[in-house]
């Protein structure tokens, strides 16, 4: 212990480094990342809506509550349900359009989580942004929409990246 006046304790000052030191090595040790090579969302559809806009352009918009499955059950998001709402707006000739997929829910510790893509049906996705263990997280991946018999059905499969900080 220092004392004003006096001397170090060598003792001290050397547990003192080592604590301080121990804890910049751990931190980083609490970062974690997965890359799921067999993700599986499955789920019912949720009520769809169009209508036509005023420049003759159509929107459009629908989604699913989705159950999370993947082949690492040390994933987050695995056994997790989420809601995945797609918009989109087809332009007046129905040749070109745009569409934003969000997928977002909570976790078994309280946390959100959120997915987002550019895309309606499959492309690729970027995570994030979220709460808690996800407030930092970053990565992505790709994902598809499955044709299934029953059209209430909705089915996806993906592949990607997680990293939390």
């Known amino acids: 212990m220092f004392v004003p006046g006096g001397s170090i304790n060598k003792t001290s000052l050397a547990a ?3 604590l301080a030191l121990g804890i910049g090595w751990l931190s ?3 970062a974690q990342s997965w890359k799921i090579n067999n993700g599986r969302n499955y789920g019912a559809y949720l009520p769809t809506e169009t ?3 005023a420049d003759g352009s159509t929107y459009m918009t629908g989604g699913a509550r989705m159950y999370v499955e993947t082949e690492d059950p040390t994933y987050p998001v695995t056994g997790q349900s989420m809601d995945c709402r797609w918009i989109c707006r ?3 000739d129905g040749k070109d359009g745009s569409c934003i997929t969000l997928c977002g829910g909570v976790d078994k510790d309280g946390d959100l989580f959120s997915f987002r893509a550019l895309a309606f049906g499959g492309g690729t996705y970027e995570v994030g942004p979220g ?3 996800y407030a930092k997280a970053s990565g ?3 994902f598809e929409t ?3 018999d029953d059209p209430a059905i909705a089915y996806m499969r993906w592949k990607g990246t997680l990293q939390l900080k």
């Open 146 to 148: 499955i044709p299934v």
């Open 90 to 92: 087809v332009k007046p």
């Open 28 to 30: 980083p040790a609490f």
């Open 140 to 142: 992505g991946g790709t």
């Open 131 to 133: 709460t808690g263990k």
């Open 16 to 18: 003192g480094l080592a």
């Open 51 to 53: 209508r036509k806009l």
